[in-house]
Antibody
Framework: QVQLQESGPGPVKPLETLSLTCAVS?????????WDWIRQPPGKGLEWIGR???????YYNPSLKSRVTMSVDWTENEIYLKLSSVTAADTAVYYC??????????WGRGTLVTVSA | DIQMTQSPSSLSASVGDRVNITCRAS??????LAWYQEKPEKAPKSLIY???SLRSGVPSRFSGSGSGTDFTLTISSLQPEDFATYYC?????????FGQGTKVEMK
């Protein structure tokens, strides 16, 4: 059974960098597929952040592109998200998901990141 | 960006009811559309991809239809576990975008 688990350091201060990890179990990310990050601000809808392929190529949402970096560690079987210069607008539940061809088949439960001084 | 508009934003229904949720794309997306179910404190669940293909393990009371700009998610007989929020998502073009969600509540 494929499982994804997001984790992060907790609250982030404005203008700092948000760093999240997505640990994948039940599937080796080196085998294929892309891996995406999606977020949901409180009381709002879902926003796609970007994707990284198993080979490391990336595509980011243009609205966040200047602040986003995604990476993978095949040995740890983890995917990473960094979002720089955060503001209160970046407060959200952040999800990672497996992406076979654009339609996500497995999601994590998400992790709430609060940006606050 | 391709805008996805869902309707209604919420609905009240009873167990056994037939429920239809529509999703309209601002431009043609062929059949590159997925549907997801979201419940509090749980991972979103993939229901349908390619507009009408049911994910393995998803009950057959869920079905999807449509192509181009207009799509529908149908729950043929609503069950207690189906009260949730549903989202459509297009993956015809980057950036991927979602509808605003439809909350299905108990009448």
């Amino acid at each position: 059974q494929v499982q994804l688990q997001e984790s992060g350091p907790g609250p982030v201060k404005p203008l700092e960098t948000l760093s999240l990890t997505c640990a994948v179990s039940g599937f080796s990310i080196s085998r294929g597929y892309s891996w995406d990050w999606i977020r949901q601000p409180p009381g709002k809808g879902l926003e796609w952040i970007g994707r990284i392929s198993h080979s490391g190529s990336t595509y980011y949402n243009p609205s966040l592109k200047s602040r986003v970096t995604m990476s993978v560690d095949w040995t740890e079987n983890e995917i990473y998200l960094k979002l720089s210069s955060v503001t209160a607008a970046d407060t959200a539940v952040y999800y990672c998901a497996r992406d076979p061809e654009g339609a996500f088949d497995y999601w994590g439960r998400g992790t709430l990141v609060t940006v606050s001084a | 960006d391709i805008q996805m508009t869902q309707s209604p934003s919420s609905l009240s229904a009873s167990v056994g009811d037939r429920v239809n949720i529509t999703c309209r794309a601002s431009q043609g997306i062929s059949r590159w559309l997925a549907w997801y179910q979201e419940k509090p404190e749980k991972a979103p669940k993939s229901l349908i991809y390619a507009a009408s293909s049911l994910r393995s393990g998803v009950p057959s009371r869920f079905s999807g239809s449509g192509s181009g700009t207009d799509f529908t998610l149908t729950i043929s007989s609503l069950q207690p576990e189906d009260f949730a929020t549903y989202y459509c998502q297009q993956y015809e073009d980057y950036p991927y975008t979602f509808g605003q969600g439809t909350k299905v509540e108990m009448k």
